[in-house]
Every structure is written in structure tokens, then in C-alpha cells.
């Protein structure tokens, strides 16, 4: 590991001021990545800006129905926040399935949100990838890609974003709440990560001098009885996804009102399922109509060799939650 400059600012105007100022540093919360990146010499910063002293841990709700969550809250505290279970269960599953207690113990929900993928090659500094050294190739293209993307990538990168919690605040149309030189900014969670492109490097629209303070989540009591985030992964024991489903559903008897869906495990960012949605509002829950908006879902996604069962797994998984969340199987 290289040597660095650690600093601990007690306010957010001073630790934007430091990054700002310095573009070799890096914001540290939890550490459970930044760490890990540092180790394997894929982080190299100069200066480590530690922001644990910042007043952004609160969960509350406000007035509007508005669920702010601080973005330094633990995963744990918000995944075991009597609000959060009661209100967004579907949030609270989804932290749950993230990580070991351990992790969600250390990790906050700034970083989680912000968390890099565990392709393989990433880590490996021996070998090309584009994400870690632009122009270098991506060898996971054709190597070993059972855990990469079936949805968005490019040949530049077919990597896939690993936060299980952001699948679900996507599903619920949260914000990412964001502060800078200029102010503060809500960004809408969907356009918060992006598709690799041909700049997989650039990972978020958040920019270097921003920082982030919190998550919103408007107003989602109607989805609250039915939702479920069903997790795919090769063992029990926390593993990252293979495919996941966040569903969040609101049934008019055996009819489907409203939902929201997305998918994790098969794209670059949380995959959220508009079209699909589209569909379902307004139909009859039946296995007829699940597996008509599972063909819709997979429109145009594509497998890499070792990856290509996701073409299966993605959509027979989508089925099942659809069949768990809307109450048609128990
Ligand atoms: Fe790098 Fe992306 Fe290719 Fe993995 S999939 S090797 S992260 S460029």
C-alpha cells in the first residue's frame, strides 16, 4: 500500500474545500472499498479525507412523507431503522442482502452507493481494463465474464454494478442528494450511475468536488405491503449478485394498480424495468401475463459466453418475484 496524507474535517464546507483543492484525494467513510482498492494498487490517492466527523448520519421522515436518510448512516442502522421497515421494506431487505453484518456494520450509505465493481480484471492490475486504465482493453470481454453484464455494456466494459441498495432506491425513485462549490443538487437515482459507453473510467455523474450528503425517498406508504427484493448468487453467504429483482407493487384486488421494478446483476447501474412496468399497470397478476412482461424486460440484452444462463436466470427470476410480491404463489 502507498503512503498518504490523512485528514479529518469536522465540517462539509472543509472537506469540500480539500477536495477541491487537491485532485489526488479521496473521500473515506467505511472503507470497506476505497481499503480493498488501495490494497491491490487500484486507488492510489495522495490524500485520504476521512468525513467521519460530518453531521450526516440522521434518518427521519419529514412533513411532505419524504424519507431522508444521511449519507453516513450505517447500512445496518437504516436496514434495522424501525421507519425504514416499516415505510420501505423493500430497502431494508435489500441492505440486508447486501453484505454480512460485519460489512453493513462499517459501510455507509454514500458508499454503497458509490461502491466500484468486483469484476476481476478491475482488481487485477496485471491485466487490460478499460475502467482502470483507459485505452487498455477489457478482458473480460473475452475471458472469464460469468458474473459481467447482459444489459447496456459495450465492448469498452460489460461490467456490473455490485450495490444491491441501489437496485431497490431505484425501484423507489429515490434522489441522490449532492453538495458542491456551487450548492446543493438532487440527482434522480436512475440518472445518478451510468452506462459504460466508451468511458467506462467515469462511473457516476457525481463530479470530483462533490460530495454526498444523503438519499431522499418521496412517499412510497401505497408499495409497502408488497415488495421484495429476491437475490440470485452462487452461495447463501453473501455473495454479489448473479441477478436480482427489486418489486414493489400496489394491487387493486387481483389487478395490478402500480409497480415498480428493477433488476441488479445485469448492468453497468441499477437496471430499472420501465417498459415493463408500463405493461403490468393494469393487468390481470397471472403466470401469462408475468412471463409476457418477462419477454419485454429482456429485450435486447445479450450474454458474453460464461454469462449467457443470466438470459435465463434474469428472466425466470423476474417471474418469480412478480409471483411473490403480487401474492400469486405464496
Ligand atoms: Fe475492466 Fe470493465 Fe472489462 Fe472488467 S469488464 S475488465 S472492469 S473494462
Given at each position: 500500500m502507498i503512503n498518504f496524507d490523512y485528514i479529518r474535517p469536522s465540517t462539509q464546507k472543509a472537506a469540500l474545500d480539500s477536495i477541491t483543492k487537491d485532485v489526488n484525494a479521496k473521500f473515506i467513510a467505511g472503507g470497506t472499498n476505497l481499503v480493498d482498492l488501495m490494497k491491490h494498487g487500484v486507488e492510489t490517492p495522495q490524500k485520504v479525507i476521512d468525513i467521519n466527523k460530518l453531521p450526516l448520519r440522521n434518518i427521519d421522515e419529514r412533513k411532505t412523507g419524504v424519507i431522508r436518510i444521511g449519507a453516513l448512516a450505517l447500512n445496518?442502522?437504516?436496514a434495522e431503522s424501525e421507519l425504514i421497515q416499516n415505510k420501505l421494506p423493500l430497502l431494508s431487505q435489500a441492505l440486508e442482502a447486501g453484505a454480512s453484518p460485519q460489512l453493513r456494520n462499517m459501510a455507509t450509505i454514500g458508499g454503497n452507493i458509490l461502491q466500484r465493481t468486483r469484476c476481476p480484471y478491475f482488481y487485477d492490475t496485471t491485466m487490460p481494463c478499460n475502467k482502470r486504465?483507459?485505452?487498455?482493453?477489457?478482458?473480460?470481454l473475452n475471458g472469464f465474464n460469468r458474473m459481467h453484464?447482459?444489459?447496456?455494456?459495450?465492448?469498452?466494459?460489460i461490467a456490473v454494478h455490485p450495490s444491491d441498495?441501489?437496485?431497490?432506491?431505484t425501484a423507489l425513485d429515490a434522489f441522490v442528494v449532492i453538495a458542491g462549490p456551487k450548492g446543493e443538487r438532487k440527482l434522480a437515482f436512475k440518472d445518478f450511475h451510468r452506462l459504460p459507453g466508451a468511458t467506462p473510467h467515469i462511473e457516476t455523474n457525481l463530479q470530483r468536488n462533490e460530495i454526498i450528503t444523503a438519499v431522499e425517498v418521496p412517499d412510497q406508504s401505497s408499495f409497502a405491503n408488497k415488495s421484495l427484493y429476491e437475490k440470485i448468487r452462487d452461495r447463501a453467504s453473501y455473495a454479489f449478485a448473479l441477478v436480482s429483482v427489486a418489486v414493489a407493487v400496489e394491487m387493486n384486488g387481483s389487478s395490478i394498480k402500480n409497480i415498480k421494478l428493477a433488476m441488479g446483476g445485469v448492468a453497468h447501474k441499477p437496471w430499472r424495468l420501465t417498459e415493463t412496468e408500463n405493461f403490468l399497470r393494469g393487468k390481470q397478476a397471472s403466470?401469462?401475463?408475468?412471463?409476457?412482461?418477462?419477454?419485454?424486460?429482456?429485450?435486447?440484452?445479450?450474454?458474453?459466453?460464461?454469462n449467457n444462463f443470466k438470459l435465463k436466470l434474469a428472466p425466470n427470476t423476474l417471474v418469480d418475484a412478480l409471483k411473490k410480491a403480487t401474492g400469486k404463489v405464496g
Open positions: 445496518s442502522e437504516v486504465k483507459p485505452g487498455t482493453g477489457c478482458s473480460a453484464a447482459i444489459f447496456g455494456a459495450t465492448d469498452q466494459c441498495m441501489s437496485v431497490a432506491l403466470d401469462s401475463v408475468f412471463e409476457q412482461a418477462a419477454t419485454i424486460a429482456m429485450k435486447g440484452a445479450k450474454g458474453y459466453g460464461y
